[in-house]
C-alpha cells in the first residue's frame, strides 16, 4: 500500500522566492497533518484538517506561510516569500482521524532558502 | 498544556547492551502515548503505543509502560542491534485522542556500536 507522499524531497531555493510543498495522504485518510522539523525547536505541528477543513492552524509560524488541502487526496503547504530561517524538512501525516489511531508520516521535504 | 518531556541524547551503547529512554509527559487529560523511531533521512515510523494506564506497548523487542502514577512512558530494549541506531521520540496525543494531534518530545539520538 502507499503510504503518505510528499513531493519534492529535496529543493533549495533563494531567499524571497515560493515554495510549494505538497503531499497525498493516505487513501481513505480524513485527517492531514503538517509538521516542521528543526535542530533548533524539534517537530513543531503547524496545521491539521480533518474532513478537508483546517481545524487548527495556531502553530502556523506567520502569514508567510498558507496550507490548503481542495479534496481529500491532495494539501499544499506554501511559504510566500521564503526566507533563510525556513529551512527545515517539513513533514506530512495522515491518519483515518477518529480514537486513538496511528498517525502516518511521509518521508519530508528538505527545504534550504539560501 | 499539554508537554513531553524526553532525555537529552546521544545515547551511545555498544551492541546487545540494554536501553532505557525516559520519557515523562504533562497532560490534563488522559492521552495515548506514543514511541516514533526516525531512520537517517527518513520520515517518522509509529514504534509502539498505548492508551490507557498500565498499557504495555511492545514492537521488535522495544517496550514501554503506560505509567500513570509517575507520568512516564520510557522506551526498553533488552539487547539493542546496530540497527537500532536512529532518532526515538516520545509522544502524547492531545485532547485524549480525540484530534489525533500529536505533542512530541525533542528526541534522542541512540548510537549502537559493533
Known amino acids: 500500500d502507499a503510504g503518505v507522499i510528499q513531493s519534492p524531497r529535496h529543493e533549495v531555493t533563494e531567499m524571497g522566492q515560493e515554495v510549494t510543498l505538497r503531499c497525498k495522504p493516505i487513501s481513505g485518510h480524513n485527517s492531514l497533518f503538517w509538521y516542521r522539523q528543526t535542530m533548533m525547536r524539534g517537530l513543531e505541528l503547524l496545521i491539521y484538517f480533518n474532513n478537508n477543513v483546517p481545524i487548527d492552524d495556531s502553530g502556523m509560524p506567520e502569514d508567510r506561510f498558507s496550507a490548503k488541502m481542495p479534496n481529500a487526496s491532495f494539501s499544499t503547504l506554501k511559504i510566500q516569500p521564503s526566507e533563510p530561517r525556513d529551512s527545515a524538512v517539513y513533514f506530512c501525516a495522515s491518519n483515518e482521524g477518529q480514537g486513538r489511531n496511528t498517525i502516518y508520516f511521509g518521508e519530508g521535504s528538505w527545504l534550504t532558502v539560501v | 498544556g499539554d508537554s513531553v518531556t524526553q532525555m537529552e541524547g546521544p545515547v551511545t551503547l555498544s551492541e546487545e547492551a540494554f536501553l532505557t529512554i525516559n520519557c515523562t509527559y504533562t497532560?490534563?487529560?488522559?492521552?495515548?502515548l506514543f514511541w516514533y523511531v526516525q531512520y537517517p533521512g527518513e520520515g517518522l515510523q509509529l514504534l509502539l503505543k498505548a492508551t490507557k494506564a498500565d498499557d504495555k506497548g511492545s514492537n521488535k523487542g522495544f517496550e514501554a509502560t503506560y505509567r500513570k502514577e509517575t507520568t512516564s512512558f520510557h522506551l526498553e530494549k533488552g539487547s539493542v542491534q546496530v540497527s537500532d541506531s536512529a532518532v526515538y521520540f516520545c509522544?502524547?496525543?492531545?485532547?485524549?485522542?480525540?484530534?489525533?494531534?500529536?505533542?512530541f518530545g525533542t528526541g534522542t539520538l541512540l548510537a549502537v556500536q559493533p
Open positions: 497532560a490534563t487529560g488522559y492521552p495515548s
Open positions: 509522544a502524547l496525543s492531545e485532547d485524549g485522542g480525540a484530534t489525533n494531534k500529536l505533542i
